[in-house]
T-cell receptor
Framework: AQSVTQPDIHITVSEGASLELRCNYS??????LFWYVQSPGQGLQLLLK??????LVQGIKGFEAEFKRSQSSFNLRKPSVHWSDAAEYFC????????????FGTGTRLKVLA | ETGVTQTPRHLVMGMTNKKSLKCEQH?????MYWYKQSAKKPLELMFV???????ENNSVPSRFSPECPNSSHLFLHLHTLQPEDSALYLC???????????FGPGTRLTVT
């Protein structure tokens, strides 16, 4: 079955430290891949997306993600975290073949220590 | 107004009430979605409309009834809800069903 896994439910980092949030997917073909961020009481906001081409994609707010086909992963990174990055982060995939299938991961809640 | 708007932002209703949630997108998109977000649960896709036709209904109970009168508006009609239906209901839109989605701020629903 198609699935998206975010193994880390909670992550805590110090302000200024680097960040990596993990996302693994299970699909027969290469899907379209997304990362979204949700601040408390808000809807989700797109950070970045991967459709094809360069496997390292840049997004907003200084985030980037790397698609690794061999590992079925699409991990989100930021070199230096700011206190305002504290939020919940969701990885999402959509199948590029067959019927519509858009699946979100369970989310990773990021806490930033001052 | 820009982006995706949702009204009301908060709603408290009894189990015998009938209410409706409204979503409007100002992005010219052709697909709209309803999601349910509960604490400690994954984001649940409820309904998908593409070109004003429903293309996905994820086994949602009949007490939730969607309506998409045009490509800019989406409603979720609620009746005879249960306390476990209390959640944040998010609306989203996209250009094509495989593109990035743009979300509204959500309606926080409490069923008493």
């Amino acid at each position: 079955a198609q699935s998206v896994t975010q193994p880390d439910i909670h992550i805590t980092v110090s302000e200024g430290a680097s960040l990596e949030l993990r996302c693994n997917y299970s699909y027969g073909a290469t899907p379209y891949l997304f990362w979204y961020v949700q601040s408390p009481g808000q809807g989700l906001q797109l950070l970045l997306k991967y459709f094809s081409g360069d496997t390292l994609v840049q997004g907003i707010k200084g985030f980037e993600a790397e698609f690794k086909r061999s590992q079925s992963s699409f991990n989100l990174r930021k070199p230096s975290v700011h206190w305002s990055d504290a939020a919940e982060y969701f990885c999402a995939v959509v199948s590029t073949s067959g019927t519509y299938k858009y699946i979100f991961g369970t989310g990773t809640r990021l806490k930033v220590l001052a | 107004e820009t982006g995706v708007t949702q009204t009301p932002r908060h709603l408290v209703m009894g189990m015998t009430n009938k209410k409706s949630l409204k979503c409007e997108q100002h992005l010219g998109h052709n697909a709209m979605y309803w999601y349910k977000q509960s604490a400690k649960k994954p984001l649940e896709l409820m309904f998908v409309y593409s070109l004003e036709e429903r293309v996905e209904n994820n086994s949602v109970p009949s007490r939730f009834s969607p309506e998409c009168p045009n490509s800019s508006h989406l409603f979720l009609h609620l009746h005879t809800l249960q306390p476990e239906d209390s959640a944040l209901y998010l609306c989203a839109s996209s250009q094509g069903v495989d593109s990035e989605q743009y979300f509204g701020p959500g309606t926080r629903l409490t069923v008493t």
